[in-house]
């Protein structure tokens, strides 16, 4: 049996370095501090109970 | 003989943990209370502007958990993002948007779902700089809301829980880094990888070509299993050989899973000044832990249909090597711990069978629970448990000397409540939104029917835990469950936490009340039975009518 080692490609050929939507970026972004701000809200409403 | 090696492999995984349980506990319990600091943490203190010895309110400790939280999401998303450009990257393109999301939100709660096939979609420096990282912090991070609570319990009159950033270093360096360190070393001497190969080309003996993968897998593997993370670098997790490798790696890893969980009661002991106190947070958490496993390993090792009865048990979905026992175990373990790793598939479980994994997790991972999240679950739990024993025989509510007061209840109820609305809302939702509904049953769900329900049902009970663990036979890389499943995780993982602070905050600004002939005794036996009952009844008061819809009505079949 006989093996060879492929070595890790520095980076995908090509191609841009975030291929995708940037608008999904930004929503995925906001959807973030969303969820964070409701956390902080719920504290904000848990200190005064 | 099977069952006497199963036997055999309880006992001493039973007579580790007992030798671990005083050490680990009081080395966790120094850990936390003493003022000296080392040399790194000083450094990195000055770093991020903080004084050691400054003292936190709740609301100060909690915004310091969401600020350092809400920095790991936006940096594992930006890695992923970007990982086209980085070193080690295997070639491999970015991470696309959703699924960034949600395994940014995955690693930074300590769930680790993965929906994706990690040696196909993550690079060496995801995995390390992004994802073992996490790893790390994500469990130093429960770990110190535990603690902060258990100092809400300790202390009087004081208006701080503890200082979080002291904590989560503490935690990180001293308790986890060099735990990983050494357990990483074990594994690779049991044959768990650890290199930067990448993809290695065979010639198989008849003549085929077979790429094999490599890593730096030892190294997360230990932490993936310390820290109750559960992440697997790769697909299979630890049903793969590189990453578990025999026998006796597959009860280590066990062991790494349950060492800290099942040892932080002592340190509660310690902390409060009644070790048998922790005992009793103990035998509650073991109790409910051999139940399941027992309860599970007779229904696996009594398959019903032709297959099964000839194999001697149900086999499907079980990794030859450790059979029906060792299955079970891990199965046991890894979901009562929120860790989520597998050896086996879940899905493949029998009907009943494949509940118990569910159920697990459904008791809120308290029995032992993850680092951290287990204590502070089960704390809670008894704070509920001396409620209602007050209630029933009408002792005056109090525990460790501390009043509950309608304060404390209202926060120990939201926090029951917390995780049953995510399971519950989101399972309803992914069949109730029209356009939503048609994606999960022709795209995600592989198995229709009852079989289908009891899937998505798991990915959100396994989410909203921080369990992360999966049931398979479900395609969740899709733009809804991305994005449902990461959401849950991040409201399932801090507005628990958000409870628990305030909680601790509220705990340690009273003083302690003297024990009187009303007060409830909490460590003796009829408390452990009280506080598992109370565990159970509450899930399955919340959880029984969705289990009749998926497992228990396939099973009824």
């Known amino acids: ?49 | 003989m099977e069952l006497l090696f199963a036997g055999l492999q309880a006992a001493t995984l039973a007579l580790i943990l007992a030798l671990v349980y005083r050490p680990l506990g009081d080395y966790m319990a120094h850990l936390y209370t003493t003022t000296t600091d080392w040399k790194v943490e000083r450094g990195l203190y000055r770093l991020v502007g903080v004084d050691p010895r400054s003292e936190q309110s709740w609301p100060a400790y909690l915004r310091g958990v969401l600020a350092f939280s809400v920095v790991g999401v936006f940096f594992v998303y930006a890695i992923q993002r970007a990982q086209a450009v980085l070193p080690y990257a295997l070639g491999l393109p970015a991470v696309p948007e959703g699924l960034s999301f949600n395994t940014a939100a995955s690693f930074v709660t300590n769930t680790n779902w993965q929906s994706y096939s990690p040696e196909l979609t993550m690079g060496y420096t995801v995995q390390l700089a992004g994802l073992a990282v996490q790893n790390f912090v994500s469990a130093a991070v429960g770990i110190a809301v535990a603690i902060a609570l258990v100092r809400g319990f300790a202390r009087r009159r004081s208006g701080t829980i503890g200082n979080f950033w002291v904590d989560l270093f503490r935690g990180s360096f001293r308790l986890l880094l060099p735990f990983a360190v050494l357990s990483a070393i074990v594994l690779i001497i049991g044959g768990v990888v650890q290199n930067f190969n990448g993809f290695t080309e065979l010639t198989t003996l008849a003549g085929n070509t077979q790429n094999l993968p490599g890593g730096p897998v030892a190294s997360q593997e230990a932490i993936k299993e310390l820290g109750t993370n559960g992440g697997g670098f790769f697909n299979t997790n630890s049903a793969h050989p590189f990453e578990n490798s025999t026998s006796w790696t597959n009860l280590f890893e066990i062991v790494l899973m349950l060492a800290i969980p099942f040892a932080l009661p002592r340190t509660f002991g310690r902390m409060v000044g009644s070790n048998r106190q922790g005992y009793a947070i103990l035998a509650t958490m073991a109790s409910l832990f051999v139940i399941s496993l027992v309860t599970l390993t007779m229904l696996e090792a009594d398959g019903a249909g032709t297959a099964p009865q000839l194999a001697g048990g149900a086999m499907e979905g079980k990794e030859q090597r450790y059979g029906i026992y060792a299955s079970t175990l891990f199965g046991t373990t890894s979901t009562l711990t929120s860790t989520g790793a597998v050896n086996s598939m879940h899905d493949s479980f029998t009907a009943i069978g494949g509940m118990m994994p569910m159920l697990n997790m459904m008791l809120g991972e308290v029995a032992p629970g993850g680092v951290g999240s287990g204590l502070y679950g089960m704390l809670v739990l008894a704070v509920i448990a001396v409620f209602i024993a007050g209630l029933l025989v009408g002792r005056t509510p109090e525990y460790l000397g501390k009043k509950l007061g309608p304060r404390e209840i209202k926060l120990a109820s939201l926090y029951i409540l917390v995780t049953p609305i995510l399971v519950l809302a989101g399972t309803a939702l992914s069949f109730a939104i029209p356009g939503v509904r048609e994606d999960v049953e022709t795209v995600s769900i592989w198995n229709p029917g009852v079989h289908g329900m009891s899937e998505v049902l798991y990915a959100f009970t396994s989410a909203s835990n921080n369990n992360g663990s999966a049931f398979a036979g479900l395609t969740a890389n899709t733009p809804w469950l991305n994005s449902a499943l990461g959401i849950a995780m991040l409201l399932g993982r801090f507005i628990p936490i958000v409870l628990v602070l305030a909680l601790a905050g509220s705990l340690a600004a009273q003083d302690k009340v003297p024990v009187t002939a009303g007060t409830l005794p909490t460590y003796r036996p009829q408390f452990v039975g009280l506080l598992g009952g109370v565990t159970v009844l509450v899930t399955a008061l919340t959880y029984f009518p969705v289990l009749t819809l998926g497992p228990l009505a396939e099973g009824l079949n």
């Open chain 1, 1 to 49: 049996m006989r093996s060879r080692t492929c070595l890790p490609a520095a980076s995908a050929a090509g191609g841009p370095a975030f291929p995708g939507v940037l608008v999904l970026d930004l929503i995925y972004v906001i959807a973030v501090i969303a969820v964070f701000v409701v956390v902080g809200l719920i504290a904000k409403g848990v200190e005064k109970l």
